[in-house]
């Protein structure tokens, strides 16, 4: 069974279709990038998973279980954690104070703490500004912090939203080498981003969204030998 499965899902903005019979599934201890160009659908499919948006029809299931009409703060606390396009770090709190918020659906202190521990072992640069004001963070510093924002709730799975985006080369490959320790370490990793070279680098699978549909699936490796992929998105 899969940890995550998407089926034949429709979702829709007013009368506009934005995606259009999308079914995937990932499973449990896989990176899964979702490619594609800007506009093709890839941040709704993961607004709907988390339960933001509702489709008009379609299922999603996490573990077996339909989550489709499950409200987001629930889905959270079921173990599917989202870092959203643009970071949206809480800019007037502390670092430390935006790490405890993404902890909010747990009770344990002493299993916070660990997570805290684990989070500023992973990013040490948190630690060295956890007293700072969010805001004053650079922007690879802030995609950090979102990123141990999420994974402060401990999650079975982690839905990242263009993480790459607006980095110097620098901060990417740093992004990317955390995103590849945070799978090496067990937790699941459905991946949408732009740079399609660096997301087939570290996926084992991946799908390739053109206007709302699926339109290439297969092992990431593979992919990144295909010509068409070389040459919409690899710039080959």
Not at 46 to 60: D, N, R
Not at 67 to 95: D, N, Y
Not at 166 to 187: A, H, M, R
């Amino acid at each position: 069974m899969a940890m995550l499965e998407v089926k034949d899902l429709n979702v829709y903005y007013g009368m506009i279709q934005a995606i259009k019979g999308v079914s995937f599934e990932v499973n449990k201890g896989e990176v899964i990038a979702l490619i594609g160009a800007n506009g093709a659908g890839k941040t709704t499919i993961l607004q709907t998973v988390t339960g933001l948006l509702k489709p008009k029809s379609g299922s999603v299931f996490f573990e077996g279980k339909d989550i489709t009409k499950t409200p987001g703060h629930k889905i959270v606390s079921m173990g599917v954690a989202h870092v959203p396009e643009g970071r949206r770090v809480f800019a007037s709190l502390s670092v430390l104070d935006n790490l405890r918020m993404g902890a909010y659906t747990r009770k344990d202190k002493g299993e916070i703490a660990a997570s805290l521990a684990e989070v500023y072992k992973s990013f040490p640069r948190l630690e060295e500004r956890k007293n700072q004001p969010a805001g004053t963070l650079s922007g690879g510093e802030q995609q950090m912090l979102a990123m141990g924002r999420a994974l402060m709730s401990k999650p079975q799975i982690l839905l990242m939203d263009e993480p790459s985006m607006g980095l110097s080369p620098i901060f990417v490959n740093e992004i990317f080498d955390i995103i590849n320790k945070v799978s090496k370490e067990g937790t699941t990793v459905l991946l949408v981003e732009q740079n399609a070279k660096k997301a087939l680098e570290i996926a084992d699978r991946a799908y390739v969204l053109e206007t709302g549909k699926i339109s290439l699936s297969g092992n990431a490796k593979e992919l990144m030998n295909n010509d068409s992929i070389k040459k919409a998105y690899l710039g080959e």
